[in-house]
């Protein structure tokens, strides 16, 4: 019997990935959890075959969720199923240690043939994501200039591209206004832009909003 842990704090995305595992796996045991402390606690209590991972989570804190797992269980496979596009966010969390990661976009199938990669201890990416992981990003496109960034500069960088306030930034990620504006400024000397117009234009040009 497989043990799967489902975070995802959309009850009925749950719902329907239950329904996947079922298909795939008919006698496996899943648990779910809709909060990074619930999914910590859950991920901490025992061995697990699967872990399947939003990205979107409690605000955007998947990424750090991932890392975390993975520092405390580094032999458990985490499967990324995500509101957020391949181009945001599918390299950072291969680097973190995901094993796959899927756009929740895909169709079920691709979704189950995923499942079943990682759970058999394999890697999982789509074709498109394949051929980026073939070629260096810094060599190849030098526009890619938020792969310099580090994660939470990334994060910072689409909150920016959003719209939002420094205040309102700051509010967001519980950090304060004077780490915000620090952020921005190490932003703008890692991409070499010049101001938060262009930082803006990037992150749409690049379809980084949600």
């Known amino acids: 019997m497989k043990r799967i ?3 995802d704090d959309h009850e009925v995305v749950r719902i329907g990935l ?6 795939a796996f008919p006698l496996s045991e899943c648990n779910e959890a809709n ?5 910590l606690n859950l991920a901490n209590s025992k061995e697990w075959d699967l872990v399947i991972l939003e990205l979107a989570i409690d605000r955007n804190r998947g990424l ?12 458990t496979p985490i499967l990324v199923v995500t509101a957020h596009s391949e181009q945001q966010y599918a ?7 995901a094993s796959g990661y899927v ?19 394999g890697r999982y990416v789509s074709a498109s994501l394949a051929q980026t992981l073939t070629t260096d990003p810094q060599r190849n496109d030098p526009e890619a200039i938020h792969e310099m960034l580090s994660d939470r500069e990334f994060q910072v960088m689409r909150l920016i591209g959003s719209g939002k306030t420094v205040g309102q930034i700051a509010a967001l990620l ?7 504006s620090t952020y921005r400024a190490r932003i703008l ?4 832009l010049k101001n938060n117009a262009e930082l803006v234009r990037y992150v749409v040009e690049r379809g980084f909003l949600d």
Do not use: F, M, Y
């Open 91 to 97: 390299l950072r969390s291969l680097k973190a240690g």
């Open 18 to 23: 239950k329904k996947v595992l079922e298909d």
């Open 64 to 75: 750090e969720l991932l890392k975390e797992i993975k520092r405390t269980r580094p032999k």
């Open 5 to 7: 842990l489902l975070i």
């Open 35 to 39: 909060t990074p402390e619930k999914a």
């Open 103 to 121: 756009a929740k976009t895909c169709h079920a199938s691709e979704i189950s043939n995923a499942i079943k990669r990682v759970v058999e201890g």
């Open 189 to 192: 000397e890692k991409s070499g």
């Open 174 to 180: 519980s950090i304060s206004d004077k780490t915000v």
